[in-house]
């Protein structure tokens, strides 16, 4: 079965260095979101991928988080520098194509804690 | 902005009988969608059931049902037969069509805070 692949699982950086997440989503699938869930709390969208296009990043703090999906298939998710309050996990979905219709499917999220 | 509450940060439930998450969200959209996910300890987040707000049928899908109630703006998942795997974080979600930037639109998934759910033996 199909899955969304993200690398690294765990990540633990010291503030004000640079982290990087990847994310695979499965075969086909056009649209790719990034969340950021802080303990306790549900998913908040960070950023959405229509192939290698962005159509939302509203809640994506520019200042420090990038994001790209240059061929539109695998994604990268950096911060740049990481602070205390980045300590989260970030979560990779993707979908056929955005709307209700269409299921995300997950990925297993990869842990940041910041030091 | 929409809003999802759920008010049961956790619940227990012994396995073979029946539980109920409670989920209200606040939406002055007459189309969308709501969704019930689980997030089991250390694995994805999987899509258990969804509820179109146009359809005035509950959603069934196997053991997990809704009781959707649009002017109350209440979506609450029952499940029956509680099994051990049942164990974990439950999420309500509201998506409803937005429109951004130069005339595009996407939909965007809005959470509540969760429901721990523990089954027993």
């Known amino acids: 079965e199909a899955e969304v692949a993200q690398s690294p699982r765990y990540k633990i950086t010291e503030k004000s260095q640079a982290v990087a997440f990847w994310c695979d989503p499965i075969?086909?699938?056009?649209?790719l979101y990034w969340y950021r869930q802080i303990l306790g709390q549900g998913p908040e969208l960070l950023v959405q991928f229509q192939d290698e296009s962005v159509v939302d990043d509203s809640q994506l703090p520019k200042d420090r988080f990038s994001a790209e999906r240059l061929k539109g298939v695998d994604s990268t998710l950096k911060i740049q520098p990481a602070e205390l309050g980045d300590s989260a996990m970030y979560l990779c979905a993707s979908s056929l194509v955005a709307g209700g219709d269409n299921e995300q499917f997950f990925g297993p999220g990869t842990r940041l804690t910041v030091l | 902005a929409q809003t999802v509450t759920q008010s049961q940060p956790e619940m227990s439930v012994q396995e073979a009988e029946t539980v109920t998450l409670s989920c209200t969200y606040d939406t002055s959209e007459s189309n969308y969608y709501l969704f019930w996910y689980k997030q089991p300890p250390s694995r994805q987040m999987i899509l258990v059931i969804r509820q179109e707000a146009y359809k005035q049928q509950n959603a069934t899908e196997n053991r997990f049902s809704v009781n959707f109630q649009k002017a109350a703006k209440s979506f609450s998942l029952k499940i029956s037969d509680s099994q051990l795997g049942d164990t974990a974080m439950y999420f309500c979600?509201?998506?409803?069509?937005?429109?951004?930037?130069?005339?595009?639109?996407?939909?965007?998934?809005?959470f509540g805070k969760g429901t721990l759910l523990t089954v027993n033996p």
């Open positions: 979600a509201f998506m409803k069509r937005g429109l951004i930037g130069s005339g595009g639109s996407n939909y965007k998934l809005t």
């Open positions: 075969s086909g699938h056009a649209t």
